[in-house]
Every structure is written in structure tokens, then in C-alpha cells.
């Protein structure tokens, strides 16, 4: 099975930061994608930010919702199947639970598997 664990969220006023971190482990033959969603209450989870490994055919890349483009960073750690996103400039509505997300690619037939984390608590003050 895969392990997925976030950490690095909090209560912070507007305008702060903070670094969400997330790991995934078990058995994982190779790692196609990870990033963060979020959900706030009343709505529907939407896609923060992701990351997708590179392969042969195109190097690695990198997604943002325009909400936090130019505020939010997305990077991976390879070594260490380590995904973090480094919020700048956080906002009231940036207040959502954020889940961590890894698409998990199997050494047969063109299956990919998603894996989700329990999520970590983003709280913005005005």
C-alpha cells in the first residue's frame, strides 16, 4: 500500500506564509504526479497546485489554479517522494482544508492510481 502524509498547517494572519509538506511511501514502483487540492466548507475541492514527473518524452511540469499563481510554489523532492507547497501572501478565502494527491504508476498494463492524504487545516485571519 501507499502511505500518504501531509504536516505544515496552521492559523496564520493575512499576509503570512507557510510550507505545507507532504510524503508518500510503501511500495511505489513510480511516482507520475503529486500536488495539493483544497476544500473549503459549502465547496467543492479544487486542484492548488501539482507537479508531474518527467518522463522521456517531456520534462517535468508544474500546474497552479489562477487564484494562486504568483503566490503559491509548488516543488518535489525526488529522492525522498516529497511534494511541498510554499504559500506567500496567504488571503482570507485561502482558508480550506488541503489535501495531498500522488498518482501512482504500476509496472503494467497503462494503470495509474490515486492516493490521497488526509488532509492538513489552512485557517487565514483577517
Known amino acids: 500500500q501507499v502511505q500518504v502524509e501531509e504536516t505544515g498547517g496552521g492559523l496564520v494572519q493575512a499576509g503570512g506564509s507557510l510550507r505545507l509538506s507532504c510524503a508518500a511511501s510503501g511500495s511505489i514502483f513510480s511516482i507520475r504526479a503529486m500536488g495539493w487540492y483544497r476544500q473549503a466548507p459549502g465547496k467543492q475541492r479544487e486542484l492548488v497546485a501539482s507537479i508531474t514527473s518527467a518522463t522521456v518524452a517531456s520534462p517535468s511540469s508544474t500546474n497552479y489554479a489562477d487564484s494562486v499563481k504568483g503566490r503559491f510554489t509548488v516543488s518535489r523532492d525526488n529522492a525522498k517522494n516529497t511534494v511541498y507547497l510554499r504559500m506567500n501572501g496567504l488571503k482570507p478565502e485561502d482558508t480550506a482544508v488541503y489535501y495531498c494527491?500522488?498518482?501512482?504508476?504500476?509496472?503494467?498494463?497503462?494503470?495509474?492510481?490515486?492516493?490521497w492524504g488526509q488532509g492538513t487545516q489552512v485557517s487565514v485571519s483577517s
Open positions: 494527491h500522488v498518482r501512482v504508476g504500476v509496472p503494467y498494463g497503462p494503470y495509474e492510481y490515486d492516493y
